[in-house]
């Protein structure tokens, strides 16, 4: 009787595991190559915009970022947006940061530049910029030989290292720095250099080149 009781329970299992294995077949075989090829592929990330030099008529022979290095800093310029100085980005940004104090080279820009920037200090000394120590250790030219006017946030004056709109910075060694920092012009373009000055090296790169 117990022979015949287990033999049953057996026969029964081996049933069901048959009913469940068909239906696994079955549902896999659901899924057909159709359902699969009309699964919409992942999203392709819009390429970062990183500078409008284009639109001026210049030519880059370098796409940023670009970095330089002199005398343990480097400085690369990862971010290039040339604004006519009267438009809205210009503005907004100019009454964001308090960039009222125009330097005395450029009293009627033409445009307003933004840049984005990271310095890094490779040295085993601290490169800042303070109030006693205001020598500017990169030049942005596109024209000759002159160069872009810095200009200041007043809004961060009271600001170290602030990652928005720099107005002072301490680096200790191996420390680094990602901020934003404004420019005017009134000229015209001709090419695009980048000219690193620090604790007496030198290093410059052409974004695009010189005509002459």
């Known amino acids: 009787m117990k022979k015949t009781i287990v033999r049953a329970v057996l026969t029964t299992t081996m049933l069901f595991s048959m009913v469940l294995g068909q239906n696994v077949i079955t549902n896999a075989a659901a899924v057909t190559p159709s359902a699969i090829a009309t699964a919409k592929p992942a999203a392709t990330p819009a390429p970062i915009m990183r500078d409008n030099l284009s639109k001026y008529g210049l030519k ?3 796409e940023l970022p670009v970095t330089v290095t002199a005398g343990g800093l480097s400085y690369t310029l990862e971010k290039f947006m040339i604004y006519d100085f009267k438009s809205k980005d210009a503005q907004n940004l100019v009454k964001k940061y308090d960039y009222d104090s125009f330097g005395v080279m450029v009293s009627k820009p033409k445009h307003f530049i933004w840049t984005k920037i990271t310095i890094k200090n490779n040295s085993n000394k601290i490169v800042k910029r303070s109030l006693n120590d205001q020598k500017e250790k990169w030049i942005l030219s596109l024209q000759g030989k002159g160069q872009l006017d810095q200009i200041w946030p ?3 004056v009271g600001k170290l290292n602030n990652k928005e709109a720099f107005y002072y910075y301490t ?3 191996s420390e680094q720095l990602t ?8 000229q015209d373009f001709n090419y695009f250099a980048i000219r690193l000055f620090h604790d007496g090296g030198f290093d410059e790169k052409f974004i695009v080149n010189s005509p002459e």
């Open 154 to 156: 007043k809004i961060n």
């Open 171 to 173: 680096l200790k060694p």
């Open 179 to 186: 901020t934003y920092q404004a420019y005017l012009y009134d």
């Open 60 to 62: 880059k022979d370098l």
